[in-house]
T-cell receptor
Framework: DGGITQSPKYLFRKEGQNVTLSCEQN?????MYWYRQDPGQGLRLIYY???????QKGDIAEGYSVSREKKESFPLTVTSAQKNPTAFYLC??????????FGNGTRLTVT | KQEVTQIPAALSVPEGENLVLNCSFT??????LQWFRQDPGKGLTSLLL?????REQTSGRLNASLDKSSGRSTLYIAASQPGDSATYLC????????????FGRGTSLIVHP
């Protein structure tokens, strides 16, 4: 079955450590996205990539970094510069104009 | 900048009721509008997508309408069931450019038996 896989489902880190969240898709989609969701909030766009080896900052990119070396993969690194990293992170993909398809998310807790 | 608002923020109804969830957007230059369902601790599942040239889309007990001129979309749920309990989000994608949608904060729905 085609879909988007995010791993791990839960992630715990100490403050000051960088952490990388994985996102893999087998839908052959060109575009991939990272969103952050906080309780009671809508989704906020962190980064997006519309083709391999290219990505753009979203609304809240500070403290995050991404890479897009392969079409299938779009990992997100939460750096120690991110002031409030504890959140639910969602990865999505699309053909660019088609509906967004989402993974099941990674819940990151930083203490 | 596009702003998307969903009203109400929360809704609790008895089983069997017909429901209307509202989504409004400030910029009518949209490419499409999409409705999603999110269960607790899960990702978003696409329910319906309405292209800007369309007025409505239907899937089973769900019907979504779009009125670009007034900046509104509604999601109609017929004969609600406890299994419909979830958060429903709408997202408006702009025409031209990146097509990256702006999300509302969602309506949290509880359908009790």
């Amino acid at each position: 079955d085609g879909g988007i896989t995010q791993s791990p489902k839960y992630l715990f880190r100490k403050e000051g450590q960088n952490v990388t969240l994985s996102c893999e898709q087998n839908l052959n989609h060109d575009a991939m996205y990272w969103y952050r969701q906080d309780p009671g909030q809508g989704l906020r766009l962190i980064y997006y990539s519309q083709i391999v080896n290219d990505f753009q900052k979203g609304d809240i990119a500070e403290g995050y970094s991404v890479s897009r070396e392969k079409k299938e993969s779009f990992p997100l690194t939460v750096t120690s510069a991110q002031k409030n990293p504890t959140a639910f992170y969602l990865c999505a993909s699309s053909t660019g104009i088609s509906p967004l398809h989402f993974g099941n998310g990674t819940r990151l807790t930083v203490t | 900048k596009q702003e998307v608002t969903q009203i109400p923020a929360a809704l609790s109804v008895p089983e069997g009721e017909n429901l209307v969830l509202n989504c409004s957007f400030t910029d009518s230059a949209i490419y499409n509008l999409q409705w999603f369902r999110q269960d607790p601790g899960k990702g978003l599942t696409s329910l319906l997508l309405i292209q800007s040239s369309q007025r409505e889309q239907t899937s089973g007990r769900l019907n979504a309408s779009l009125d670009k001129s007034s900046g509104r979309s509604t999601l109609y749920i017929a004969a609600s069931q406890p299994g419909d309990s979830a958060t429903y989000l709408c997202a408006a994608a702009p025409s031209g450019g990146s097509y990256i949608p702006t999300f509302g904060r969602g309506t949290s729905l509880i359908v009790h038996p």
